[in-house]
C-alpha cells in the first residue's frame, strides 16, 4: 500500500531530505508567508493609524520619571511596575497551566487534539479560550510595552516581531516554557549586542539567533522533533 499525500511527493520518500524540508524550509515558509500575505493588511492599519494620530511619537506621560537606584540597576516606577506586573502575569499563566483543569486540559490540547478529544476534552471550548486569553495578554503587553517606552508611535509593534518570532521558534513552537525562556535569552541577547555592534543593529543578533536554530535545531529547545506528512 503506498501513501500518497500533497506534503509526501516521491522525491520527498528519503527520509534527510524530507526531514530537512519539514523541519527547516516548513517553518522558514511559514514566517514569510506570514509577512508577505498579511502585509496589505498590516500596512492598512499602519498608515490608518498614521493618518489619524501622525507619525510622530506619542508621549503617555508628558513629564519624565524619576530614576532611582535599585542596587546596581538604575532604573524608574513605571518601568518597576511594569515588570512585576509581567512577573505576575508569568507566574499565573504558569499556574494556570500545571495547577488548574482548564490548564492540563490546554496542554493536552496542544499535545494531541485528537486523542485529547476522545478522552472527553471539549477542544473548541479549549481552543476559544486559550485565543481570548492570548489576546487579552497581547493587549497587555501593549500597555505594559508603551509604558515602559513612554510613548508609541505608528511602528512600534513592527520593531519587534522579529524578535517575538525568534524568541518563540527558540523557545519551540507550541512550548509555554519555551516561549518564556526564548523571550528571556533573546531579550538579553538583543540588549547587551549593542555593547559590541552599533545599537541600530542590536536586532540583528536576534535574525542571527534564529538561523542558528532553524539550522541546527529547527524544533526549538522544548519542541519535539515532528515529521510532516
Known amino acids: ?39 496589505p493588511i498590516r500596512k492598512f492599519f499602519f498608515y490608518t493609524f498614521q493618518f489619524f494620530f501622525g507619525g510622530d511619537i506619542k508621549g503617555i506621560v508628558k513629564s519624565v520619571p524619576d530614576s532611582f537606584q535599585l542596587g546596581p540597576i538604575t532604573t524608574d516606577m513605571p518601568t518597576l511596575v511594569s515588570a512585576l506586573i509581567a512577573i505576575c502575569v508569568i507566574v499565573g499563566v504558569t499556574l494556570f497551566l500545571y495547577k488548574t483543569r482548564l490548564g492540563r486540559a490546554t496542554r493536552a490540547v496542544s499535545d494531541n487534539a485528537a486523542l485529547a478529544a476522545a478522552s472527553g476534552i471539549n477542544v473548541d471550548q479549549v481552543v476559544r479560550v486559550v485565543w481570548i486569553l492570548s489576546c487579552a495578554m497581547a493587549a497587555l503587553s501593549g500597555v505594559l510595552l508603551g509604558v515602559y517606552l513612554n510613548g508609541i508611535s505608528w511602528n512600534t509593534g513592527a520593531t519587534l516581531i522579529l524578535l517575538m518570532f525568534a524568541a518563540v521558534t527558540l523557545g519551540g513552537l507550541g512550548t509555554a516554557n519555551g516561549a518564556l525562556i526564548g523571550s528571556l535569552v533573546i531579550g538579553i541577547v538583543a540588549d547587551m549586542s549593542s555593547l559590541v555592534i552599533p545599537n541600530d543593529m542590536r536586532y540583528a543578533s536576534a535574525l542571527a539567533i534564529l538561523i542558528i536554530v532553524l539550522l541546527v535545531r529547527p524544533q526549538g529547545i522544548f519542541g519535539k522533533q515532528q515529521r510532516v506528512g
Open 1 to 39: 500500500h503506498q501513501k500518497l499525500h500533497w506534503m509526501n511527493p516521491p522525491f520527498f520518500r528519503t527520509n534527510l531530505i524530507h526531514d530537512t524540508f519539514s523541519m527547516f524550509f516548513f517553518p522558514l515558509a511559514l514566517f514569510f508567508l506570514f509577512f508577505f500575505l498579511f502585509q
